[in-house]
């Protein structure tokens, strides 16, 4: 019974994981580039939700609300603003430019938060559980697992279904030729930025709400995502899903066995995956 725990633990962490690797997926799907600034931008939602939350007494439902379409509007910026010119100089400058944000942005909120960790409150929400049969599920997990769904239905639907989505695809697979067919590349990117940057929001006040957080816990939530794309498979949004399982699947058996090694053990699946699977469980050649 200790194994289906576990297990049943697993696929709820990579529902968080796969929720996190969303947004990387969606934007390399479309303008091949990987942003570092990714778990960075996360750990940002958390503490504009804790702004909205501690000074103006504000409920969580609500700060997510308001926090979600705010860093939608902050991706389209900084993609037209930052991103966009970045492309245009080639791949290093966009790694670079992405780095920046990274570092600015952990050393921004250090300076105005301190290094301490938080967490949200989400009331008996963060503490509730569903008993099925021996193992205590919590509620918190199933949201988080629900949500990875959710999103990435959503986003294949809108990819497949309207006329932005197949210009998404297009520019993604061809950027001339889409072009040629009335799509504007910049607003594209634009678009799949902002949709980058809704998902890393909702993902990061999943994260703030099932455990504490502070300025540097981007950097292993970037990794987690990163190894969750590469595992299921570049530009598949439900090779994503997988990846981000499999993931989680593999650290909480470990944990299991030897709690130390948990972590080790992801990183080793995602090497052995670049070594004998390299396009993924899932390949996609374009975000689908």
Do not use: C, K
């Amino acid at each position: 019974m200790h194994f289906f725990d576990a297990l049943t633990q697993g696929l709820l962490l990579g529902g968080v994981y796969a929720l996190f690797a969303i947004g990387l997926s969606v934007m390399f799907g479309v303008m091949r580039i990987v942003n570092l600034g990714h778990g960075d931008f996360a750990v940002l939602a958390a503490f504009v939700a804790l702004l909205f939350i501690t000074g103006s007494a504000m409920p969580l439902w609500l700060a997510v609300l308001i926090t979600v379409p705010v860093f939608s509007l902050l991706g389209y910026f900084l993609q037209r603003t930052l991103i966009q010119p970045s492309i245009s100089s080639g791949p290093l400058a966009t790694i670079l430019v992405t780095f920046g944000l990274s570092i600015l942005l952990q050393n921004g909120l250090q300076e105005i938060f301190s290094a301490d960790t938080r967490t949200l409150d989400a009331g008996a929400l963060a503490t509730a559980s569903l008993q099925i049969g021996p193992i205590a599920v919590p509620v918190i997990g199933i949201v988080g697992l629900v949500l990875a769904i959710l999103v990435i239905a959503l986003m294949q639907q809108f990819l497949q279904r309207t006329r932005t989505g197949r210009m998404m695809r297009a520019a993604s697979d061809d950027q001339e030729t889409a072009r040629i067919t009335g799509a504007d590349a910049r607003h594209i990117y634009g678009l799949a930025t902002a949709i980058a940057f809704a998902s890393v929001a909702l993902a990061g006040l999943l994260f703030a709400v099932r455990s504490s957080f502070s300025p540097g816990s981007g950097t292993l939530q970037l990794i987690f995502a990163f190894e969750a794309v590469v595992i299921g498979g570049l530009g598949s949004l439900w090779g994503t899903l997988l990846g981000g399982l499999t993931l989680g699947i593999v650290q909480t058996l470990v944990a299991a066995v030897d709690p130390s090694s948990a972590i080790l053990a992801g990183h080793v699946l995602f090497l052995i995956v670049l070594a004998f699977r390299p396009q993924g469980l899932i390949p996609s050649r374009s975000i689908a």
